[in-house]
T-cell receptor, first 112, second 116 residues
Framework: AQSVTQPDIHITVSEGASLELRCNYSYGATPYLFWYVQSPGQGLQLLLKYFSGDTLVQGIKGFEAEFKRSQSSFNLRKPSVHWSDAAEYFCAARGSQGNLIFGKGTKLSVKP | GAVVSQHPSRVICKSGTSVKIECRSLDFQATTMFWYRQFPKQSLMLMATSNEGSKATYEQGVEKDKFLINHASLTLSTLTVTSAHPEDSSFYIC????????????FGSGTRLTVV
């Protein structure tokens, strides 16, 4: 069965520091991969997506992600974190029914 | 573009009553919408796939008689939680796509249901 794994439940970084959130997927064919961000009590906002082509994907708010097939990974990065980036981040892959399969999420806290 | 509107954002109801949640695609037509449930501090789990003009497809373990889904038009899907119990309290989110390859999926803002 398809699955998405986010190994880190909670990460704390200092404002201005770089960030990398890990995501691994389990899927035989070329996956459709997404990163979403969720603020408390809110819906999900799409940060970026990968379907094909260039394996380094640029998203909104200065985020980027790199698809590495050999490692089955799609890690999210940001060179300099802002306090407003504190939120829950979800990695997802498109399932066989057209739905999204989500990882358990990584909560990001930002220290001043 | 590609906005999904979900109402209400928050609802409190008494045990045994029913609650209807609406999910609308505002600027595109959606033949398929997805309903997810999110428990506190957990991920989103697919409950069902809502198909316009036909029956919804429910995930294993989701009671179709408790969670009634109606997708009567290309812009509206509703989820009705019938005979609600406190354990139905959760965050419900819908999703649709105006064109997957270009837009991916768009999510509603979610509905916080509290059953007392």
């Amino acid at each position: 069965a398809q699955s998405v794994t986010q190994p880190d439940i909670h990460i704390t970084v200092s404002e201005g520091a770089s960030l990398e959130l890990r995501c691994n997927y389990s899927y035989g064919a070329t996956p459709y991969l997404f990163w979403y961000v969720q603020s408390p009590g809110q819906g999900l906002q799409l940060l970026l997506k990968y379907f094909s082509g260039d394996t380094l994907v640029q998203g909104i708010k200065g985020f980027e992600a790199e698809f590495k097939r050999s490692q089955s990974s799609f890690n999210l990065r940001k060179p300099s974190v802002h306090w407003s980036d504190a939120a829950e981040y979800f990695c997802a892959a498109r399932g066989s029914q057209g739905n999204l399969i989500f990882g358990k999420g990584t909560k990001l806290s930002v220290k001043p | 573009g590609a906005v999904v509107s979900q109402h209400p954002s928050r609802v409190i109801c008494k045990s045994g009553t029913s609650v209807k949640i609406e999910c609308r695609s505002l600027d595109f037509q959606a033949t398929t919408m997805f309903w997810y449930r999110q428990f506190p501090k957990q991920s989103l789990m697919l409950m069902a796939t809502s198909n316009e003009g036909s029956k919804a497809t429910y995930e294993q373990g989701v009671e179709k008689d408790k969670f009634l889904i109606n997708h009567a038009s290309l812009t509206l899907s509703t989820l009705t939680v019938t005979s609600a119990h406190p354990e139905d309290s959760s965050f419900y989110i819908c999703s649709a796509s105006p064109g997957f390859l270009r837009y991916g999926y768009t999510f509603g803002s979610g509905t916080r249901l509290t059953v007392v």
